[in-house]
Structures are given as C-alpha cells and as structure tokens.
C-alpha cells in the first residue's frame, strides 16, 4: 500500500517569514495530493490540493509543487502569520473514480509561528 | 447546517463496554471513512464506504464494526472495548475517491 513521508515533524519560524514542509510517497499510482490544517482540539480542514497533472498550485499565501518522478510535494507558506500555527497533513491517494480509495496521510508537521 | 456531524462529542466509557459513534453528512457525497487520531496525531484509516458498500476495511479488530444504513450516514460500533482504544475518532465524506475530505468534529474515546 502507499506509504507517506512527512518532514520535518516540528517546524517554528519567526512572523513573517517563509514554511516549507515536504512529503514523499511510494505509489507511482498515486495521482492525488490533498494538505489538510488542523487546529488545536478542531478538525482537520482541507487548504490546498493538487492533482497529477499540475506541476504547481497557488492560493493566496499558499503554494503546493509536486514532483512526480521524484514522488515528492511540497507545501510553502509565505508571509506567515500566527493564525498560521497548527499541525499540517499531508496525503495521497489513487483517483480512481467510483471507488474508495481512501487517503494516506503523513505524520504531521507542527508549524509553530514565532511572534 | 453542519455539514459532517458526529455524535457524541466526547465518550468516556469503562473496559468491556460496547459503544456507538454515530456519522451523517448532508453533502451528498457517495464516499464515507472513519479514520482514528491516536495520541501522537497519526491519523490512520479505519473503513471506507462508497454508496453503502465497505470498500477499505484496514486492519483493525473485528470488534470495531461499521454500519451504513444509507450513503448519508456511517456509524462505527465497537465491542468490548480497551484501553487502546482511546483516540479521536473521525468521520469523514469526499465527493467520491480523488476528492478532499470534509470532516466531521471528531468523537474523543477514553477508556478507562
């Protein structure tokens, strides 16, 4: 099954400054790269995904690179803010389309936003 | 309106006692997952349903049995629980597969 690598598991960065946290996977198959934000005692919400097909994904402050021969992705936040800190996921899966394949989600990384 | 619901919010329960989490969605979505949150945040898929159907069942103890009446809701039952047991328990609803997940508020187990 898929296997999903997250680093680094801690990150702290000063206001204003730039995050990068970085996955791996192991399915060549997979084809569908979703980050999820989860605040302290919340849910995990989805913020940015990218498919396959795309190299690169902006939102705002928000950016996601994918790099399929290496079979690894990136999240960067920019201008980070401390509404900013929270623990981050990152997934895959296999799109298959009238399935279930369900997401395999990395470790987690804790962004702590240093004011 | 919520879109994922859980209930209960939080369960704290005894050894050897059976218990339900119950899930609904109001999205439509034809895909539903409970995932468990363990104390270190890892958040591991349990089942996943697509239109009724167990499509994932990853290994976990038969005394955890999912339940879907209808595609809007999955309930999780489980027996005799342990203390191992204790997590955050997590619905969850996608369009179909290749799709984000909603989630739903959570349902923090505690065994004692």
């Known amino acids: 099954g898929e296997n999903v690598e997250q680093h680094p598991s801690t990150l702290s960065v000063q206001e204003g400054d730039s995050a990068v946290i970085k996955c791996t996977y192991s399915?060549?198959?997979?084809?569908?790269f979703p980050w999820y934000k989860q605040e302290l005692g919340k849910r995990p919400q989805l913020i940015i995904d990218?498919?396959?097909?795309?190299g690169e994904k902006k939102d705002q402050r928000i950016a996601v690179t994918l790099n399929k021969t290496a079979k690894h992705f990136s999240l960067h936040i920019t201008e980070t803010q401390p509404e900013d800190s929270a623990v981050y996921f990152c997934?895959?899966?296999?799109?298959?389309?009238?399935?279930?394949?369900?997401?395999?989600f990395g470790k987690g990384t804790h962004l702590i936003i240093q004011p | 309106d919520t879109a994922v619901s859980q209930t209960p919010k939080y369960l704290v329960t005894q050894m050897g006692n059976d218990k339900s989490i119950k899930c609904e969605q109001n999205?439509?979505?034809?895909?539903m997952y409970w995932y468990k949150q363990d104390s270190k945040k890892f958040l591991k898929i349990m089942f996943s349903?697509?239109?009724?159907?167990?499509?994932i069942n990853e290994t976990v103890p038969n005394r955890f049995s999912p339940k879907s009446p209808d595609k809007a809701h999955l309930n999780l039952h489980i027996n005799s629980l342990e203390l191992g047991d204790s997590a955050v328990y997590f619905c969850?609803?996608?369009?179909?597969?290749?799709?984000?997940?909603?989630f739903g508020s959570g349902t923090r187990l505690t065994v004692v």
């Open positions: 990218i498919r396959s097909n795309v």
């Open positions: 969850a609803s996608s369009k179909t597969a290749g799709y984000g997940y909603t």
């Open positions: 399915d060549s198959a997979s084809n569908y």
């Open positions: 997934a895959a899966s296999i799109s298959s389309g009238g399935g279930a394949d369900g997401l395999t």
């Open positions: 349903y697509n239109n009724k159907e167990l499509i």
């Open positions: 999205l439509g979505h034809d895909t």
